[in-house]
């Protein structure tokens, strides 16, 4: 027996918008990756200075500060303040779904503090996780916290260096005995450049990946309902080439 009558889910999109969707996903898919520009010189291994967290912190390099107590009521997907909690350390949910309105935060959170460009939004409850907020100017919703970083006191500290040993410790004892190794001051400006580069094209690709599982799922659910239509492709198919003979 066939089924004829679909199981319940959202209300059925129109032609219109499947049509524009499916070309949005296309776009996003097939756009030009961003390019990383490396000029790499050999040289010999040199001493590694590291310190922990801790120490970071005793010396004022590093200030640790605690996220926002927020009603989950107030989030959404339409504020204009990005949310980071530990959903989006640990990859539950990607940066930017959740959202708060500036004023509401404003008013129901005076004491509410925004991320800097550059701090590191870190968590090690459930999980640990760590991430780099380029941009800055987003609401940490706590268990996850701020660690902000004073370059005056420690130059060779960066931030993509300190998510980095955050994501890579085995977690055992408190965060402020995770080492962080320090970088020699003359390079921390070229490795920070190096490490952005490399993570907005991971960014990119991980963009990319979710479009096409998007694409995927909108292309059957347009031509399976009847709304959307494919013309044969006017390319070969290298998955079924001519046989000779």
């Known amino acids: 027996l066939v089924a004829v009558t679909p199981p319940a889910q959202r209300p059925r999109r129109s032609p219109v918008e499947l049509a524009m969707e499916v070309q949005r996903l296309a776009s996003v898919a097939t756009a030009p990756p961003p390019g990383i520009a490396l000029d790499v010189v050999q040289r010999e291994h040199g001493r590694v200075h590291a310190a922990t967290l801790g120490r970071l912190v005793e010396r004022t390099a590093v200030r640790a500060i605690a996220g926002n107590r927020m009603d989950a009521s107030d989030l959404g997907v339409d504020g204009n303040v990005p949310v980071i909690g530990t959903d989006e350390l640990l990859g539950a949910r990607r940066r930017g779904d959740r959202r708060v309105d500036r004023l509401t935060f404003s008013v129901r959170y005076p004491s509410g503090r925004y991320t800097e460009p550059g701090d ?7 999980a640990v996780g760590a991430v780099v907020d380029v941009d800055g100017f987003s609401a940490v919703l706590t268990p996850a916290r701020i660690l902000r970083i004073d370059r005056d006191v420690e130059p060779g500290l960066t931030p993509e260096v300190v998510a980095h040993a955050i994501r890579a410790t085995p977690g055992a ?73």
């Open 120 to 126: 590191v939004v870190f968590c090690t409850t459930p």
């Open 173 to 245: 004892g408190g965060w402020r005995t995770w080492p962080v190794r320090l970088v020699p001051p003359a390079q921390a400006p070229a490795l920070e450049s190096a490490l952005r580069q490399a993570e907005a094209a991971r960014r990119d690709a991980a963009d990319r990946r979710d479009a096409l599982a998007a694409l995927a799922s909108t292309l059957i659910e347009g031509v399976s309902t009847g709304a959307l239509a494919l013309n044969p492709s006017t390319e070969p198919d290298d998955a079924h080439p001519e046989q000779e003979g």
